[in-house]
């Protein structure tokens, strides 16, 4: 016996079961688009957060640091211009090195806390001067009575006058008292060490009193920002 077959009747698109086909393109792409922007500035947005970070931290948080820890004391005024003998005999002057940051030492081969201080501080001098040619200049004015007594004690301590230093002779003490009264607009007694700093354009910014250990990576940070800023 044979079976009819009856035929399912066909159904029109769109009714159950049957998947309506659209020819609109899916969103997908445009999702995608969008959310790789928005990975993108998030990025920028987090970059640029570290980096306003890391300026704030160096040239904001750690010379305050660099100043408490050195007690650094602060000052404002155009750095004395007074004239002072080198030791290849001619005429010395600070302004000969505007443009860079001067490091001005007052000192003398009879101040003990002077002696002490000045391995480290030729250790500073020599490493700026190394790492910012011609940014960076150490001074250290004598106020003993001649060459003689500085002569003997480079060549006993340091086998003669280093070349990161430059020495000049202050014999009547007219330069130690111009730094010593203009940074704090008035004169007390004069002691020795002490150290100015003169930034680039030429005016007395901090001073440093009595003597230190100049490897301490807070004198370098304190002077680095001043070199580069």
Not at 6 to 32: C, D, F, L
């Amino acid at each position: 016996m044979t079976e009819k077959v009856r035929k399912r009747p066909g159904r029109s698109p769109g009714e159950a079961g049957e998947p309506e086909t659209s020819e609109t393109a899916p969103a997908a792409p445009t999702s995608m688009r969008g959310l790789k922007l928005a990975i993108v500035v998030a990025a920028g947005v987090a970059a640029l957060g570290f980096v306003l970070v890391e300026a704030y931290d160096r040239f904001v948080a750690q010379p305050r640091l660099a100043m408490q820890l050195l007690d650094i004391q602060r000052a404002d005024v155009p750095a004395p211009d007074v004239p002072l003998l080198g030791r290849d005999g001619k005429p010395f002057s600070f302004s000969q090195h505007k443009g860079a940051v001067l490091f001005v030492n007052f000192w003398a081969t009879w101040c003990p806390p002077c002696r002490e201080e000045m391995p480290s501080m030729l250790q500073l001098g020599r490493d700026l001067s190394r790492a910012y040619p011609g940014k960076f200049r150490m001074i250290a004015v004598s106020e003993d009575n001649g060459w003689a007594e500085i002569d003997e004690y480079f060549a006993k301590a340091f086998g003669g006058i280093p070349s990161e230093i430059t020495i000049a002779l202050d014999t009547d003490g007219k330069c130690a008292r111009a730094y010593y009264c203009g940074a704090r607009a008035s004169c007390p007694d004069i002691k020795f060490p002490e150290t100015y700093i003169v930034d680039k354009s030429g005016r007395l910014v901090a001073y440093f009193v009595n003597g230190r250990d100049w490897t301490d990576p807070s004198a370098r940070r304190f002077l680095e920002r001043l070199i580069d800023g």
